[in-house]
């Protein structure tokens, strides 16, 4: 089976920009979470979408939007990019029993 | 509000030893605590879990231990090897299990 991929790995945006994340899970999974990785933070849950809904949701801003398609993958969004934006975001897909985490996308803000 | 806290941000061990991470938490209602391993440029990768209702759990060289009453957890590594050298997190959910609070990781070193 294939792992979590996710697109692009490295991003490099600009303040006031806007930013799409892309996370294919691994087949037959139907729920997708997303995370963002700071330093001294550890990673801080961002949401979670279960079967094209979002089923949990964590104390993002509404900067940061996400959606699932019928497939299973999933995008996030963070419109009106802040420095502090910058992290490492990960999505995790699971089947209920395990969470399997990608490789990450760094965003870096300038 | 860290509601998981790791607050060795980083541990060295000399190979062959014993590794002890520790993970507080503070949200009573967790329920089910994962430990995870991150190594650099790729996501964590899980390790071991435990639910409330145990109080130890063992696989291989990796046991952790919980103590509801002060809601601490901790991962015994033994005996410790270099390729263990990574972060780990420790996470922790209230019967929701996608949703996970995670602490801020600690930094392994396991020295040859």
């Known amino acids: 089976k294939a792992g979590v991929t996710q697109t692009p790995r490295y991003l490099i945006k600009t303040r006031g920009q806007q930013v799409t994340l892309s996370c294919s899970p691994i087949?037959?999974?139907?729920?997708v979470s997303w995370y963002q990785q700071t330093p001294g933070q550890g990673l801080q849950f961002l949401f979670e979408?279960?079967?094209?809904?979002?089923?949990n949701k964590g104390n993002f801003p509404g900067r940061f939007s996400g959606r699932q398609f019928s497939n299973s993958r999933s995008e996030m969004n963070v419109s009106t990019l802040e420095l502090g934006d910058s992290a490492l975001y990960l999505c995790?897909?699971?089947?209920?029993?395990?969470?399997?985490f990608g490789p990450g996308t760094r965003l870096t803000v300038l | 509000d860290q509601q998981v806290k790791q607050n060795s941000p980083s541990l060295s061990v000399q190979e062959g030893r014993i590794s002890i991470l520790n993970c507080d938490y503070t949200?009573?209602?967790?329920?089910?605590f994962l430990w995870y391993k991150k190594y650099p440029a790729e996501g964590p990768t899980f390790l071991i879990s435990?639910?409330?209702?145990?109080d130890k759990n063992e696989d291989g060289r990796f046991t952790v231990f919980l103590n509801k009453s002060a809601k601490h957890l901790s991962l015994h590594i033994v005996p410790s090897q270099p390729g263990d050298s990574a972060v780990y997190f420790c996470?922790?959910?209230?019967?929701?299990?996608?949703?996970?609070?995670f602490g801020s990781g600690t930094k392994l070193n396991v020295k040859p």
């Open positions: 995790a897909s699971s089947d209920d029993n395990e969470q399997f």
């Open positions: 087949s037959g999974h139907r729920s």
């Open positions: 979408y279960f079967s094209e809904t979002q089923r």
């Open positions: 949200n009573s209602m967790f329920d089910y």
């Open positions: 435990i639910s409330s209702i145990k």
């Open positions: 996470a922790a959910s209230r019967s929701n299990f996608n949703k996970f609070y």
